[in-house]
């Protein structure tokens, strides 16, 4: 009896290949934006002559507990390039550590020095970055508002650079590329460089100059105040608070321009709990972002090509709960067709796994090559940056099904450590517990290991690439995980309120 020719196994088929082949189109869409991107690649947007008079900027720091990089940052700031009665600087401070103290005195000093800074501190999180900004805001003397997080290391040039293009009237928001510290360190710093090589590199340099929407990153951009305002201004129920204005301000009109050329340095997490802890915000928020604007994307006036790249960029995440399905399913299809010939699996399974694989993999690869690396070098690093890739699918298809139920939820920042280079002290301090997914990852690298073995033993040869996948991502992660460095989250303090902070 040819057992995929029953209902259950048919139905079970039909799951395994609709389930692949909505990965493949997700593939396909990078593939698009690769496209773009090479059309468009020599499309540099000119430099505007600097303004006859400069408008006041307010530079924007929140801060949560960072007192290994809050020093770095303050130096960096002060070192910007901007008439100084024109300069405004304000210091959002959530800490609950000494990081208040370090601030404090780091503000008082650069207060004698003549600089106008304040130290604006709440003892309740409210809102959390969204809150502190939003309450910043209302104070700010700036007709600009730049926006710098704590890991940031801010070029002195960059508001020389970036403020001259808001002399064009329909201009809302200006993004910078990010750059990486500490990229180096380690394999799992130089796969999260690329991931995001990717997206600043190919993403938004496709989005932005196909006319397409795309969003401020929550750092190293500068608004015009009033594309704020017009918008409704920052708010807390997404945990994506930069996506979520983004797409209503230029919902509401507004424009916004991507400078790849300009660089801003930052630290990435070094920490595999960290780092999933940020990507788990990303995904939960993009999805809350979807769940509160598709309808007003989908309903707006934009073009249908515009809306579609739109919706295909907040939903990007629901990949990773079909990865997980995927990981249910994969190697039990393979059993079932065992009988069928091989070209005719292929037939179907080969232009699916392309679509779903070597296209994110060829997405990473130019742009690394963009960025002036060497396709051998590359190559070496994309199995780290699949793998990565994979194995974030436990720990983000929680992110994602929590989205998709709950507004906000708590802002875990991504604590940094100051390392720099290829080298640098990695304290326990801002530690971060390995969470249930670790376990998760654990069953399905084993499950994998035996599906590998086992297919193997029954002579599947041409199952192994598709299930090494698998094995790959989820064991690197599990073991990342088992080799993390843990303390318990640092506690809260509940009060309220935003004051200037007077120096002990």
């Known amino acids: 009896m040819d057992l995929s020719s029953s209902f259950p196994a048919s139905a079970f088929l039909a799951t395994y290949y609709g389930t692949l082949g909505v990965l493949a189109l997700f593939g396909v869409h990078r593939l698009v934006l690769l496209l773009d991107w ?13 303004p006859d008079r400069w408008p006041r900027v307010t530079v924007q720091l929140p801060l949560y507990n960072e007192r290994f990089v ?10 910007l390039d901007y008439p100084r009665d024109r300069l405004e600087i304000q210091v959002l401070d959530d800490s609950t550590d000494e990081t208040r103290e370090i601030v404090a005195a780091r503000v008082e000093k ?3 020095q003549g600089l106008d800074i304040h130290h604006l501190h709440r003892s309740d999180r409210r809102g959390y ?9 209302e104070i700010a003397r700036g ?23 808001f002399q064009d009237p329909e201009i809302g928001m200006v993004q910078t590329r990010w750059g990486h510290l500490n990229r180096e360190y380690s394999l799992l710093t130089r796969a999260q460089a690329v991931l995001l090589d990717g997206h600043f590199v190919i993403e938004h340099t496709a989005r932005h100059r196909t006319g397409c929407l795309f969003n401020f990153n929550g750092t190293a951009g500068i608004w015009r105040r009033q594309a704020i305002e017009d918008a409704g201004g920052w708010q807390a129920d997404t945990l994506t608070e930069d996506l979520d204005l983004s797409y209503r301000a230029q919902l509401a009109g507004w424009r916004f321009l991507y400078l790849p050329d300009l660089v801003v340095p930052s630290e990435l997490p070094v920490d595999v709990n960290a780092f999933k802890s940020q990507q788990h915000r990303w995904a939960r928020g993009s999805i809350q972002t979807a769940r509160k ?18 919706t295909i960029h907040l939903t990007n995440n629901l990949s990773y709960p079909l990865m997980v399905l995927l990981s249910f399913l994969v190697f039990p299809a393979m059993v079932l067709r065992q009988g069928s010939e091989a070209w005719k699996i292929l037939a179907l399974d080969l232009p699916l796994f392309l679509g779903a694989t070597i296209s994110i993999a ?3 690869a130019v742009s690394q090559v963009a960025i002036g690396r060497s396709w051998l070098e590359t190559s070496r690093r994309l199995p780290a940056v699949m793998a990565t890739g994979i194995g974030l699918s436990v720990h983000n298809t929680g992110a994602v099904l929590g989205g998709l139920l709950v507004d906000g939820g708590e802002f875990h920042r991504t604590p940094k450590h100051r390392i720099e280079g290829s080298r640098g002290r990695h304290p326990r301090e801002y530690g971060l517990s390995r969470g249930s997914s670790f376990y998760v990852e654990g069953l399905f690298a084993g499950y994998f290991a035996l599906c590998v073995v086992t297919a193997v033993g029954l002579d ?10 698998f094995f790959q991502g989820y064991t690197y992660l599990f073991l990342l995980g088992l080799a993390s460095r843990q303390r318990a989250p640092d506690p809260g303090r509940a009060d309220s309120g935003l004051r200037p902070l007077l120096d002990p």
Request: hydrophobic share 45%; with cysteine; net charge positive.
């Open 38 to 50: 090479w059309r468009t690649r020599d499309a540099v947007p000119p430099r505007p002559d600097p």
């Open 70 to 79: 809050a020093g770095r940052l303050l130096r960096a700031v002060a070192r």
């Open 110 to 112: 650069l207060t004698r």
């Open 129 to 137: 970055k969204a809150g502190a900004l939003a309450e910043a805001t």
């Open 143 to 165: 007709e600009l508002l730049c926006v710098f997080d704590a890991d940031f290391v801010p070029p002195p040039d960059f508001l020389r650079r970036t403020v001259p293009h």
């Open 293 to 310: 604007l598709l309808p007003r994307l989908l309903g707006s006036p934009l073009p249908w090509r515009i809306r579609t790249e739109g």
């Open 362 to 364: 060829a997405f990473y």
């Open 460 to 469: 599947m040869w041409s199952a192994l690439p598709f299930l090494y996948l």
